[in-house]
């Protein structure tokens, strides 16, 4: 298995602010991570795949970046609608293993 | 516009079996592999399963491996999720998910979920 580890496991930002969450591995897996945003209530949304890929329809205030075994998730400037849980995920290789989470809470 | 509704999520005794269901539409279905991750209360995501457009190939999460089975029917635009010997851990809601089609399994698309309560 490819453990993820994602921090920090929540942080408190308000609107307008830029947030940046780190997302790590223990092996190499090139590009090969996902960026999941969730809110409350509702189902995970695909917001970036490939490492750095925004699927379509993702604002462009979402940028990501890394390869090998760190990943970042950068928010530019924090919208309301914005604050939710962000998890990556490795699809490297079989098991496809998540990260615990980021929250991003209001400050 | 891509809808995944999954069904048959319940409240089931440890040890007991249950079926789940997730009826796709808008997209050509048997073109694109599948797969189901669940999120226990108030935890993370976990992966189950997914299993390739034509069916012929499937992959397991360690935690449900021989006793979870996903199968598909590309004639009603379906994919199941047999679960057997279930277990109290196995408490959660379950996600249907459409993979991406980018050389690597990410789920772009996912339905509202279907609760499974495994409890005596």
């Not at chain 1, 940046?20 to 695909?46: E, F, H, N, V």
């Not at chain 1, 760190?70 to 293993?97: G, K, N, W």
């Not at chain 2, 199968?71 to 408490?91: C, F, H, I, P, W």
Request: glycine share 12%.
């Amino acid at each position: 298995d490819i453990p993820m580890t994602q921090f920090p496991s929540s942080v408190s930002a308000s609107v307008g602010d830029r947030v940046t969450m780190t997302c790590r591995t223990t092996q190499d897996i090139g590009t090969r991570l996902g960026w999941y945003q969730q809110k409350p209530g509702s189902a995970p949304k695909l917001l970036i795949y490939a490492g750095s890929t925004l699927q379509s329809g993702v604002p462009s205030r979402f940028s990501a970046g890394g390869s090998g075994t760190v990943f970042t998730l950068t928010i530019a400037s924090l919208q309301p609608e914005d604050f939710a849980t962000y998890f990556c995920q490795q699809a490297h290789r079989f098991p496809l293993t998540f990260g615990g989470g980021t929250r991003v809470e209001i400050k | 516009e891509v809808q995944l509704l999954e069904s048959g999520g319940d409240l089931v005794q440890p040890g007991r079996s249950l079926r789940l269901s997730c009826a796709a539409s808008g997209f050509a279905f048997s073109t694109y592999g599948m797969g189901w991750v669940r999120q226990a209360p108030g935890k993370g995501l976990e992966w189950v399963s997914v299993i390739t457009g034509s069916g012929t190939s499937t992959f397991y999460g360690d935690s449900v491996k021989g006793r979870f089975t996903m199968s598909r029917d590309n004639s009603k635009n379906t994919v199941y999720l047999q679960m057997n010997g279930l277990r109290a851990e196995d408490t959660a809601t379950y996600y249907c998910a459409k993979v991406t089609k980018v050389g690597a399994s990410w789920f772009e698309d996912w339905g509202q979920g279907t609760l499974v309560i495994v409890s005596s």
